[in-house]
């Protein structure tokens, strides 16, 4: 009891101009969405901030039907992230979590969030101008020439997807964006190569050849091995003959 009196407490509830509430739950390391926040204050929030947790879900996110605002910065959610319906979500931000690849999410944000306006996914995985690194979710933008192109098109091929987007990430959409994006967007997805996994195959016993030895050896006993092999030399690689003229053969 005492332990949900404390998240209850943890929760920051602030009436907005609209008469909406805008709700805080913030640092708290919950894992999922807790059921007392859609029970208490489902019906009346318009802005849920769930930032700097682990969340890995979503479940429970119905509960805010009216959700206007939804803000999950820094939370453990990937590429299996499932949205419901939320008609009147006009600005979505996922910065700082384990995104790195948006061909299955950003078509089911479109059909989630039909009158989404403003969408932020800086510090993923997918970003062209961000790196994460380290499993605190930890993260740095580098700003690179090279990546200007990749970034375009990234930004034109979420346009694409979801055409009611007026910003993303840090910038407006432009016209010229815009325009590119109804034209071509969808042969601009930015696929990244993946880190395959090298497999280790036990030793064939049949094979002649054995690991190095795991055994210590005295650094005095230096052991050495001398190997004969046949050489024939074509002249390919010869510089010499570029300097001799007929003149003097």
Known sequence: MRQVDAEVESVGVIT???????????????????????????????????????????????????????????????????????PNLHTLSLNKNFISDLGTLLPQIATSCPVLRHLSLLANRVHPCSVLCGPDNSSHVHDDDDDDEENRRYRIWVVWNIPSLYFLDSLPVSKEERKESQQRGEFLRVVRPTKLKREIKPLDSSTPFTPLSLEERDP?????????CRDTYCGLRSEGNRFIFDKDL
């Open 16 to 86: 907005l101009p609209s008469g909406g509430l805008q709700i805080s739950y913030v640092d708290n390391s919950c894992r999922s969405l807790p059921p007392f926040l859609g029970q208490n204050y489902g019906k009346t929030g318009t802005r849920l901030d769930v930032s700097n947790n682990r969340l890995t879900s979503l479940v429970g996110l119905e509960a805010f039907p009216y959700l206007e605002e939804l803000i999950l910065d820094g939370n453990h959610l990937g590429n299996d992230l499932e949205l419901c319906f939320l």
């Open 220 to 228: 005095a006993d230096v052991r050495g091995s001398l190997l004969h």
